[in-house]
């Protein structure tokens, strides 16, 4: 974040307040101090410009939601990856041709996949474990067609689709409120921890970059995670940017764990992403 980009954001919020982005920058108002955020780009596919075939024209609406059945699913030649979960380091466990036609049961948020309809975080639910990317099937709008399914036994009870900041650009610097920039994963963590309805002991607000959360003196250090901590990683320990990373735990599996992250993959985007266990340096409890 470059010094203008400070003083504009400075300006724009009229405040002094030190904010921190996390994930690369802790910009303090008023000072000479400044650090880009960085982030690695993941997922199957390499940003690009694309066209967007199709998607203008809706499909009729009854009672007040799209029809579930029979969308056609749309590839670039290839078959489409079905996963055990709405994450693309999720199992395969089974593939689509180009011009099969699927229902869907029910939709999540998940990793943001690019397909030949753009980019989307939507994950449509086809049969029991058994999901695909939106972004792969036409159902004429880039929103849910069906409804949010229903929360996986000793899944998180929260819905990352609420967070108040879902859809800021790469350049926009919004105060959340508790002491950081909406869209910067430490905003999402600390939201996330306020509103999983998980007794805390703890607040995970004003607690700086996300390197620094572990020594912040409010959060217990654990080795063993629950659904509800925080994952942390040190600067660029496992493509953590320069002021670390820090992510939700939203689910605990058989030797991994599935989180919720933003500003991984694309800037003050959501991410999920299901992790081993060791990948983070270590997991706090608010």
């Known amino acids: 974040m ?8 400075a300006a724009a919020l009229g405040t002094a307040a030190v904010l921190t982005a996390g994930c690369g920058a802790t ?3 008023g000072t000479a ?12 596919f390499t940003p690009a410009p694309l066209t967007n075939p199709g998607r203008s024209q809706a499909l009729p609406v009854a009672n007040g939601l799209r ?16 996963r055990s979960a709405a994450d693309t380091s999720a199992g395969v466990v089974g593939s689509l041709n180009q011009g099969t036609r699927v229902n869907i049961e029910c939709t999540a948020q998940g990793t943001n996949v690019q397909g030949p309809n753009g980019w989307s975080t939507v994950w449509d639910r086809i049969g029991a474990g058994r999901w695909v990317a939106d972004s792969f099937v036409y159902t004429g709008t880039m929103d849910p067609v069906a409804p949010a399914c229903a929360p996986a036994t000793g899944s998180a009870p929260l819905d990352p689709a609420t967070y108040p900041w879902p859809n800021l650009g790469a350049d926009q610097w919004v105060d959340d409120g508790h002491g950081y920039f909406a869209g910067e994963c430490v905003s999402f963590a600390a939201w996330a921890v306020r509103n999983d309805n998980v007794p805390d002991h703890a607040s995970p607000d004003r607690l700086g970059d996300a390197e620094d959360w572990d ?4 959060a217990t250090v654990v080795s063993t995670p629950r659904v509800g901590d925080v994952a942390q990683w040190d600067a660029n320990h496992n493509y953590a940017g320069d002021k670390g990373h820090v992510a939700y735990v939203a689910a605990v599996n058989n030797g991994t764990v599935t989180v919720w992250e933003y500003n991984f993959g694309t800037p003050h985007r959501f991410n999920t992403r299901t992790i081993p266990i060791s990948d983070p340096s270590r997991y706090l409890r608010f």
């Not at 029979?70 to 290839?78: D, I, L, P």
């Open 67 to 82: 029809a579930t059945s029979g969308y056609q699913v749309r590839t670039w030649g290839a078959p489409l990856n079905v």
């Open 33 to 44: 101090s400044s650090a880009s955020p960085t982030s690695k780009i993941t997922g199957p």
């Open 215 to 218: 020594n912040a003196g409010q």
């Open 27 to 29: 910009p303090v108002f």
């Open 2 to 9: 470059s010094v203008r980009q400070i003083a504009a954001a």
